[in-house]
């Protein structure tokens, strides 16, 4: 039975995966269209190993991406507690077949079937009502499910009460074996015994076709119980081994020609590229710290992991990777020290030589001050200018900003004179729409909760 079960799943999540990359263990199953749903972004191994070896065959693979998950389809006891101990997080899957008849049979009579288009609003409902939800995650839940649809017939069934969907599942099989998934009843119409009811209903259509109907709980949530009463008996387990990314990676800052955000090892690598193929003139200094002089590609990566692990709300500095048509062409950075008492930040930026000249410094320094007055309510933004540097002084003049003093500054050994610029929220008048996706669940990060 277990082994009819692994051969469904693992034949169901190679079709549906768009790469497939064999590894010492299993195989790691990508879909980089949908890079962010975990389940479907993993390297899967079949038997246990190390845990020191499938996490490097995670690291190894998934550079371009935030998190790190290896799915163990046979569960162990041994290799979860070396993940935790690497600080990743395990959650046990208890597989379940069904092999008995319920406790008592449920009323069906609300349960229909219906189409994936009839769940769209339903579906959003339950994924934004998540502390993790939003539209844009939504989205891509809804795209992930189309490839899953892809890959094995899926039908849908749905629980109405006062007139609208109050409960879903999915059965998803290939006429021997089917899998009962994504049960799920909306907040507010819990505790009506809709979830038995689409169970039971998934269960008997099933039936009708597949000889095997199995579906899969949390080992520490509840509605294993009822899964229990409905005729079904752990048979099997498999535990998500995940590390989580740091929450602000979900941070996405947009105007018409870019997009603002963290980016992954191999986007940083790309970035570090990109600075070692000129910023500026070698002859000229046109930064503070002269960090362009000792540069590579480790060095652009080990900076911006150390901002990001240093990030509190006392003290942080966010390093938001510029993406150009889809490739990182620079950096815009923000920061800021006690923000919740000073509400005052300063910004800072470069970007590659090709790139220059075209008004994308103008567009992202606007993006982040959108961020920092509009999203994170700071009073003031202070930039600055070295001698040398008249790009960056034409960018704030644009801005808004007006000099407020000047200080000496020697990055090479020289003295140099740096222009000290202040802008105000009430004088800021941003030139292009800016769109600030999923910041309402980091403001405390940012001490501006």
């Known amino acids: ?11 169901l999540q190679n079709a549906a995966a768009e790469q497939r990359v064999p590894t010492t263990h299993g195989v790691g199953l990508f879909a980089p269209s949908v890079r962010e749903v975990y389940d479907m972004n993993y390297v899967r191994a079949e038997q246990p190993a190390p845990a020191a070896e499938l996490i490097a065959d995670a690291e190894r693979l998934m550079e371009d991406y935030f998190h790190k998950r290896v799915i163990l389809e046979r569960a162990d006891a041994r290799t979860a507690t070396d993940f935790r101990a690497h600080g990743w997080t395990v959650v046990p899957h208890l597989i379940m ?10 009323d069906t009579s609300m349960v229909r079937e219906v189409s994936f288009a009839d769940l769209a609003d339903a579906r959003r409902e339950v ?65 009506r015994g809709l979830g038995r009811a689409i169970v039971q209903r998934a269960v008997d259509e099933a039936r009708a076709t597949s000889d095997l109907v199995y579906l899969e709980a949390l080992a520490d949530d509840w509605p294993r119980e009822l899964y229990a009463k409905l005729g079904f008996d752990v048979v099997g387990e498999r535990h998500f081994n995940t590390l989580f990314p740091h929450p602000l990676t979900r941070l996405r800052v947009r105007t018409p020609r870019l997009e603002l955000r963290l980016g992954t090892d191999t986007e940083l690598r790309e970035l570090g590229r990109v600075a070692l193929a000129g910023i500026h003139d070698p002859a000229v200094m046109p930064f503070e710290f002269p960090w362009t002089d000792d540069l590579s590609e480790e060095t652009v990566l080990d900076y911006h992991r150390t901002r990001l692990q240093e990030f509190s709300a006392d003290d942080w ?11 990182p062409v ?21 970007l590659g030589r ?15 001050l959108q961020l920092a007055f509009g999203g994170l309510a700071a009073k003031v933004a202070v930039s600055g200018a070295v001698a040398g540097n008249p790009p960056s002084l034409g960018v704030s003049r644009k801005l808004g900003y007006g000099v407020v003093g000047s200080h000496t500054v020697s990055p090479r050994g020289e003295p140099l004179e740096h222009t000290d610029l202040e802008l105000r929220r009430e004088h800021f008048r941003p030139p292009v729409p800016v769109e600030l996706v999923a910041l309402a669940p980091l403001l405390p990060l940012f001490g501006a909760a």
């Open 1 to 11: 039975m277990i082994d009819r079960i692994h051969a469904f799943r693992a034949a």
């Open 97 to 106: 077949a069904h092999t008995r008849e319920p406790d008592r049979r449920a």
């Open 127 to 191: 994924t934004v009502g998540e502390p993790w939800g939003d539209d844009e995650i939504s989205s891509l839940l809804d795209e992930a499910k189309r490839r899953i649809m892809g890959a094995v017939p899926t039908r849908f069934f749905a629980a109405f009460a006062e007139g609208e969907i109050a409960a879903y599942c999915e059965v998803r099989g290939d006429g021997e074996v089917s899998q009962i998934e994504d049960v799920n009843t909306l907040t507010r119409f819990r505790g």
């Open 317 to 327: 500095e966010l390093g938001l990777v510029v993406f150009y048509r889809g490739r």
């Open 330 to 350: 620079g950096i815009q950075s923000v920061r800021a020290e006690r923000f919740a008492e000073t509400k005052r930040v300063t910004t800072g930026s470069w």
């Open 354 to 368: 090709g790139w220059q000249g075209q008004g994308l410094g103008t567009e992202m320094r606007a993006a982040v």
